[in-house]
């Protein structure tokens, strides 16, 4: 059904000052290179903290790894070519998107993406090929489980194997984890036996459920980046990291009478449900091309659906299937998470590619109002190497003590941190590992943030060269 424009700009009025969020964000700005409204309170680190916002300013780390507020402390759980799996081999590289969940006995499970892309020759780390769980031979990527016992002690096992450049993914509502391939080789490209670009799902609780890998065909071939899952309307809303024309934003629709579970999806045909892209419009009616010309927080979208016409892309990429006039693209879709009654999107930035520059947007999505709200913008920030701008969003989380947890994956410095309502940021922490030289110093992006069930740890990865950490500390509900 389409959304006609008496409808939405009834919807518009409502959704104009904001979304009502429980516990979670408001329209959020950012510092200190925001580009928002003239009203939007700007303020990060140590000015943050004088507002009462955050946890106060980073202190660098004698160790040399994560810079952290005081108070604040951190234990490695796995690193990648230290730690080592069950079955002796050592825990693969690059670390990427990841979920909690409840274990037995009191545990945390965890299931981490390793994006991997390409021949398993090009890693020295790929994830080992479990027999009964491998997808392609020929791939190096996939996820491994993560338990982290009450006493401390860390086990790891394969997950999935076989799978190309593991990049975001979602947890779902019933407990399992949906890994997403941001590659798109079909067999016979990059020496791979089979095509990737799609999305598989993985049991962190029940091994044998994650045998004889199946890739989810229905939800299309392209470069996924994550997936989350509406548990009332059980649609699927899914990101595509590309560029030449830029990547779109999809929804996809269960087939009548569809009953979800673990396992369920195993069950459905490779056409099942309907796959769309989106069709945005503005309060006037006027359709837009593409999200970067969003210029101001609280900017509304209405959201028309497109029927993607080939989903498994076999002579065309998804999204060149699209006329420009047909579809609303937007540059880097990253990260997305359920909250709030819709979903968070990233796009991590726009260049060139796009019709207006920025350093990093966060949309919502209100599925019942169909609209797209912008509630995160970032401006160009003019020196990457400075501590204290933030830029490049990439994995985001909503947290339980209020706000959103966002990691960096821009240029230069990279932290994760947060937003809380009113719109002030603040810095959690810092990457202080230079894989580069003290020359031209470089530090690789942050990942895979989730809090743990209970609320108490921060999980987060440092992608290169592969490091889980778990972050804890006097943790507290911020200001608006």
């Given amino acids: 059904m389409s959304l006609t424009r008496r409808d939405f700009a009834r919807n518009s009025a409502i959704t104009g000052a904001g979304v009502a969020l429980a516990g979670s964000v408001g329209a959020l700005a950012t510092a200190p290179n925001a580009l928002a409204s003239d009203d939007t309170v700007r303020a990060g680190g140590e000015e943050a903290a004088r507002h009462g916002v955050g946890y106060g ?42 979920a909690t969940f409840d274990g037995p006995r009191g545990t945390t499970l965890l299931v981490n993406n390793h ?42 096992w394969v997950g999935i194997a076989g799978t190309s450049t593991n990049c975001a993914g979602g947890r779902t509502p019933w407990g399992t984890w949906l890994t997403c391939e941001e590659n798109s080789d079909k067999a016979g490209v990059n020496g791979m036996t089979k095509d990737h670009g799609y999305v598989f799902e993985v049991d962190p609780c029940d091994r044998r459920a994650n045998r004889a890998p199946k890739p989810l065909k229905f939800f299309g071939r392209y470069d996924h ?22 990547g779109l934003f999809f929804r996809w629709t269960p087939p009548k009478g569809f009953e979800y579970g673990p396992g369920k999806f195993r069950e459905l045909a490779d056409d099942a449900g309907i796959l769309q892209a989106p069709k945005c419009f503005d309060s006037g009616g006027k359709f ?27 002579t065309t990429p998804v999204r060149k299937q699209f006329k ?20 968070y999107i990233v796009s991590s930035y726009a260049r060139e590619e796009s019709p207006v520059q920025h350093d990093g947007q966060v949309w919502f999505y209100d599925p019942k109002r169909r609209t797209l709200t912008l509630k995160v913008l970032l401006g160009v920030n003019p020196d990457p190497s400075k501590d204290g701008a933030f830029d490049g969003p990439d994995n985001i989380t909503v947290s339980p003590y209020g706000g ?77």
């Avoid at 005081?70 to 990648?80: E, L, N, P």
């Avoid at 989730?450 to 507290?476: C, E, H, V």
Wanted: net charge negative.
């Fill in 115 to 156: 994006e991997l892309k390409g021949p398993r020759a090009n890693w020295e780390h790929p994830v080992p090929l479990t027999e009964g769980l491998v997808y392609d031979p020929a791939a190096a990527g996939g996820c491994t489980v993560v338990e982290v016992r009450p006493d401390g002690r860390v086990a790891e």
């Fill in 288 to 314: 837009v091309d593409d999200l970067s010309r969003a210029a101001k927080i609280g900017t509304v979208y209405g959201v028309d659906w497109v029927d993607v016409p080939d989903r498994d892309a076999r």
């Fill in 324 to 343: 420009d006039d047909e579809v609303t693209r937007a540059r880097k879709l990253e990260g997305m998470w359920w909250g709030d009654g819709g979903a």
């Fill in 404 to 480: 959103l947890v966002i990691a960096e994956d821009g240029e230069g410095v990279q932290h994760l941190f947060g937003a809380t309502d009113s719109g002030r940021t603040y810095p959690i922490a810092r990457n202080e590992l230079n894989i580069g030289t003290a020359q031209e110093p470089e530090y690789s992006e942050f990942t895979g943030v989730t809090f743990s069930p209970d609320g108490r740890t921060l999980y987060a990865n440092i992608q290169t060269p592969g490091i889980m950490l778990a972050i804890t500390g006097p943790w507290k509900r911020q200001k608006r």
């Fill in 225 to 246: 980046e994550a997936v989350v899952i509406d548990p009332k309307r059980g649609h699927a809303y899914l990101t595509e990291d590309a560029a030449g024309p830029n």
């Fill in 57 to 98: 300013p980073l202190v660098p780390d004698p160790k040399g790894l994560l810079a952290l507020p005081a108070g604040f402390t951190y234990k490695i759980i796995t690193y990648s070519g230290r730690t080592r799996l069950e079955s002796g081999e050592f825990t693969p590289s690059n670390h990427d998107g990841t």
